[in-house]
């Protein structure tokens, strides 16, 4: 056989390391980028040279006006303009956004046709109707339609000054803009967002204002600027309205002047100066909303600055070491507050569409008992476990946990479905862990711990601050209290929604598959503090793969395929003698 050499190849020559670290480091060459550098700097020379020596700029002119009287008021309006109608517009789109996405169809049907109409009018038509509306409506009325009754009376011409008809022209047409991009933010967060906030009941108001609105905000702020600047230039249309904001007031001057290029200089540096400070404003409210949500740590002045603003500790900067679970305090210690719940399922039905996913469901896990659902993928758990705090509705049957039924109230033969506050009240006592965490991840691993005992159960920060860093402790995280969710594994994640789910001290614990998202490294972590809690005293719930694990913890186990109970039976009965054959083969295959 012909050697390497013998066919023309030569083995690279052998360095050894001291060779390598005598080695001299010669940087990349990059002959078209330093090309192009020099041209757009010799671009920008001749330019700034151009507009400085061509007396036609006329920059004395210039600076005789920049700082004049009338330009000053001028931008003063501009200002006001902007920020008024920016505020009003995104308030008011913010209400359109919710009512867009809401249930309701009247409400969704209402926005959807205000944005319609208010992007379909040309701004400029707007303002014009909006200046004639005493032509329209000699008068304001506020009183009962329709009736005698009448309780003040505007005139419309002297209540409507231009100033109040360019704020509501600009707000009303702003709203329209930005509440689609509000929308786009609120669909831009995941759905297991609102599940976990919905399963720990938060309010619907709570849910948007500090889960999903702070979330969105990343989506939002950078198309919402661009409005905002947008608005800033956009506001010189009111001219029509012979306003004198800062392009009217420059245009009175150069008419009279007719310095024409240096009067459209001043406006046009004004409004870069706005600009730049607009510009500013957008990187640290992004910088701010991105806080957890990005791997790399903010500028470090940057992250002090917020820090200090939301009185937060820094981040711990090492990583701890799993063994830190070795350490921590006994889960069994932790008085779960309430014992055990007794779950009873009823004649459960449930499909999605034509698919029958829970077929005349009967299950009671008793209190303080530790039941494990497995089956084949598809077989209907993780949605039978869902249905026992309500995320999902069932079409027929009853869930009840001590007796109280969760998504309904009995009168008589009828039951009568709960509305949300009374849903959200009862789901307290019923805590979830998500297969994928599902943590807020811009709050730290404390913030979503103590969200739901402060925002659901009233009780006072401190005290909650208190109890959350005591739970992160027995969980083996207590050093990670002040730490976003991106920066932790993926085990110490779950952790702490363990954390989160105990800390309303709940009688029942749901888990759905809590393992599943996890390197198999990081299972072990898991499993020991679920071991540890089916202790406890507390019901737990869970759909699991994790064959060994079900049948170290559970005290029964549920069999489940195609939407129905199969089998129910202790761990040491079903997997020695199970007795439908499909369990035999789903566990022949799995074990
Ligand atoms: N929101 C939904 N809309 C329509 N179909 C759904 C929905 N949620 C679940 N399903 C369907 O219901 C069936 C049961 O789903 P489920 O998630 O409960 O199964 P599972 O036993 O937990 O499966 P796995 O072990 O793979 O998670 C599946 O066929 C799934 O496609």
Redesign the pocket.
Known sequence: MASVTDIGLETAPRTSSRDLQRLRIVPARHPWRVAGTVLAAAIILISLHSVFTNERWGWSVFAEYFFSEPVLAGLGRTLQLTAVSAVIGFILGGLLAFARVSKSPLLSTLSWGYIWLLRSIPLIVLLLVLNNLGYLYATINLGVPFTEIMWAQFDTVQTLSPFAVAVIGLSLNQAAFSSEIIRGGILSVDQGQHEAAAALGLSRWRQAVHIVLPQAMRAILPSGFNEIIGLAKATSIVYVLALPELFYTVQVIYRRNLEVIPLLMVATVWYLIIMVVLSAFQYLIEQYYSRGARREALPPLVDKLFRIISRKAPEVASAAPVSVVADRKPLAGFESGRIGGEVAIHGVNKS??T?K?LDDIDLTVGSGEVVAII??????????LRTINHLERVNTGLVAIDSELIGYERRGDALYELKEPAIRRRRAGVGMVFQNFNLFPHLTALENVVEAPISVAGVPREQALASGRDLLARVGLADKADVYPRHLSGGQQQRVAIARALALRPKVLLFD?PTSALDPELVGEVLDVIKELAKSGTTLVI?T?EIGFAREVADRIVF?EA?RILEIAAPERLFSAPTHHRTREFLAKVL
């Open positions: 999605f569409g698919l996913v089956g084949p993928s598809g077989a209907g758990k993780s949605t039978l598959e759909v793969h489940m939407g």
